[in-house]
RNA sequence: GUGGACGUAGCUCAGCUGGUAGAGCCCCGGGUUGUGAUCCCGGCCGUCGUGGGUUCGAGUCCCAUCGUCCACCCCA
C-alpha cells in the first residue's frame, strides 16, 4: 500500500457511487436560490492571507491554527480560504460594487482548514454560501432563514434540523456585556476548568459555550447577553422573531449562540441536527454588519450564512432521501466491426433524434454473454441487438430487459423513430 | 494540538493460546459456436499498512512510524 498513491488526509473523493445526493443538492439549492433573487458569483480559492486575518479574526482558532499560508513564487503569503464570505465582500470592494448596491449573491466551493479530520469534518469541504449585502435588515434576516427552512423541507430533511437564534448586539453593546461577564468567571475562576481559564482572556463568550457538565451550574448563573442588547439591537431581533413566527419556522433563542468569527453582530444563527455525531453544525451564519468597512469597503450591513455540503450530504444519506439515479434508457449490444461502426452510427441518429435519451453504447468489445450481463446491470430498459445477422438484414434486434417479452426486429433507418414507442411500450408491459 | 479504537485481496470479513494466508462479493472466461438478472466450473487479485525487534519460526507478541475512524478543542 505504500506504493500507491493516497489522497492528502482530510481531503476526498467524492465517487461516481456517491455523487447523487450532491447533485441533488447542488441542483435543489440553485434553483431556490434563483427562485429568492439570488446570483452565483464565483470568487479565487486562494486569498492574501491578511484578508482572513483581517475579516475572521487574528484570535479565532481558524487564523491562529487552521489555515493552509504558503509563501508563493513572487515572495506573498497566501492562503487557501478557510471560509467563502472574505473572498466574496473583497470581489465587491475591489470590483467597485458597493456604493450603496444591494447585492444577493450565492456561492459554492471547497474550503480548507488544517483540523483533525473526524466524521463531519474535513480539510478540504465544501459550503454553499449566501450573502445579501446592503440590506440592514430585519426583513432579509428573516427571508434568508426562511430560504434554508423551504431548502430543508424540499430536501425531505427537515424533521432532523432545528434552528437556534440569537442576537449579538452590535460590538460596543457586546464589549460592556463582555466586561461583566469577565468579572463574573473571575470571581468564580476556581470552579473554571483549564479550557475555560484559556477562554477567559481571548474569547469569554465561548465559556458560555462549554459542553463540560461540570461548567453547567456556573453558566447558569452568568450574565446573559439578551439581556444586554443595545436597543436598536433589540428592537432588530424582535422584529426578526415576530416574521419567523408568522412565516411559522420554530426556533430556540439560545443566548449561548455564540459563533466562532469575529466580525458577526447582532442576528446569529445555526441549524444543527441530532444525527450526525459530535459536528452537529449544518448551517449558519450571522449579521456582519461592520466587517465591510473594516475591510476598507464603504460601510454596508450584511447578512450571510454557510451551509456544510458534507454534512447536509450526509444527513439526506442518512435519512435515505436520496434520489436514485436515473438508469439508461437503451443499451447497444454490438458484434463484428461493421455492426460495431453502424451501432456507432446508429447511437448518434438515435442522440439525434431524442436528445434526452439515455443510450450506452457497448464499448471495449465482450461476448454476448458479457455484453447482455453489462446491458442488464446498467439498468437499461431496452437491449438493442446489432451483429452482424442483423446488419444483414438491416434491422436491430431489440429485447425489453425489465420484463418476459419477445425478442422484435426493427429495421435500423426506422429506429430513431419508433425509440420513444419501443420504450414506452417496454415500460407499460405491453 | 490532545485522547481512544482499529489497519489481512478492489469491497465485506475469517484466521484458536505464534507453525510461513482463506471465504463471499466484484471483475474476466467457460458450461449455452449470439442473449442478462438464477445455477455450475474455472481464472485474476495479497511483499497480512510500513520499518525494526523477540523467536528455530510472526498475520498473530513487543517498539516505532504512517494511515483511518471516533471524541475533545473548535467548527460547515
Not at 198 to 216: A, F, H, T, V, Y
Not at 218 to 225: E, I, M, N, R
Request: charged content about 25%.
Amino acid at each position: 500500500m505504500t506504493a500507491s498513491p493516497q489522497p492528502i488526509r482530510g481531503m476526498n473523493d467524492v465517487l461516481p457511487e456517491a455523487i447523487a445526493p450532491w447533485q441533488h443538492l447542488e441542483a435543489t439549492a440553485r434553483e431556490l436560490l434563483g427562485a429568492y433573487g439570488y446570483e452565483e458569483i464565483r470568487v479565487p480559492v486562494v486569498e492574501h492571507t491578511e484578508l482572513f486575518e483581517r475579516s475572521i479574526g487574528e484570535h479565532t482558532d481558524i487564523v491562529e491554527k487552521e489555515m493552509y499560508t504558503f509563501t508563493d513564487l513572487g515572495g506573498d503569503s497566501l492562503t487557501l480560504r478557510p471560509e467563502a464570505t472574505a473572498g466574496i465582500v473583497r470581489a465587491m470592494i475591489s470590483n467597485g460594487l458597493l456604493r450603496g448596491a444591494r447585492h444577493k449573491l450565492w456561492c459554492t466551493g471547497p474550503m480548507f482548514r488544517h483540523e483533525k479530520p473526524q466524521k463531519g469534518r474535513y480539510r478540504q469541504f465544501h459550503q454553499i454560501d449566501v450573502e445579501a449585502i446592503g440590506f440592514a435588515g430585519p426583513d432579509v434576516d428573516a427571508e434568508l432563514i426562511a430560504l434554508t427552512a423551504r431548502l430543508w423541507r424540499q430536501l425531505g430533511i427537515d424533521h432532523s434540523v432545528r434552528l437556534q437564534l440569537n442576537s449579538l448586539g452590535t460590538p460596543e453593546a457586546r464589549r460592556g456585556y463582555r466586561e461583566q461577564l469577565v468579572s463574573y468567571f473571575r470571581a468564580h475562576e476556581v470552579r473554571l476548568d483549564a479550557d475555560s481559564r484559556r477562554r477567559l482572556e481571548g474569547n469569554p463568550l465561548r465559556i458560555l459555550d462549554s459542553k463540560n457538565p461540570d461548567m453547567q451550574s456556573l453558566v447558569a448563573g452568568a450574565p446573559v447577553l439578551t439581556d444586554h442588547l443595545d436597543a436598536a439591537s433589540r428592537v432588530h431581533f424582535e422584529r426578526l422573531r415576530a416574521t419567523l413566527d408568522a412565516f411559522g419556522v420554530p426556533y430556540t433563542v439560545n443566548p449561548r449562540l455564540v459563533r466562532g468569527l469575529d466580525y458577526y453582530s447582532r442576528t446569529v444563527f445555526e441549524w444543527v441536527t441530532d444525527a450526525l455525531g459530535a459536528q452537529d453544525a449544518v448551517c449558519s451564519g450571522g449579521r456582519y454588519d461592520g466587517l465591510i468597512g473594516q475591510l476598507g469597503g464603504e460601510p454596508t450591513p450584511a447578512i450571510g450564512f454557510a451551509m456544510g455540503v458534507e454534512r447536509v450530504v450526509a444527513l439526506m444519506a442518512q435519512l435515505g432521501e436520496v434520489p436514485a439515479p436515473a438508469p439508461s434508457d437503451a443499451y447497444l449490444v454490438v458484434q463484428g466491426e461493421a455492426a460495431e461502426r453502424a451501432a456507432l452510427v446508429l447511437a448518434e441518429r438515435l442522440r439525434d433524434a431524442q436528445p434526452a435519451l439515455r443510450v450506452v453504447v457497448n464499448l471495449g468489445g465482450g461476448n454476448f454473454k458479457a455484453q447482455f450481463r453489462r446491458a442488464n446491470r446498467s439498468g437499461a430498459t431496452l437491449a438493442l441487438i446489432l451483429g452482424e445477422a442483423e446488419l444483414r438484414r438491416g434491422a436491430v434486434a431489440v429485447k425489453p430487459l425489465r420484463r418476459e417479452a419477445e425478442q422484435t426486429d426493427c429495421p435500423i433507418d426506422a429506429l430513431p423513430h419508433r425509440i420513444d414507442a419501443l420504450l414506452a411500450a417496454a415500460r407499460r408491459g405491453d
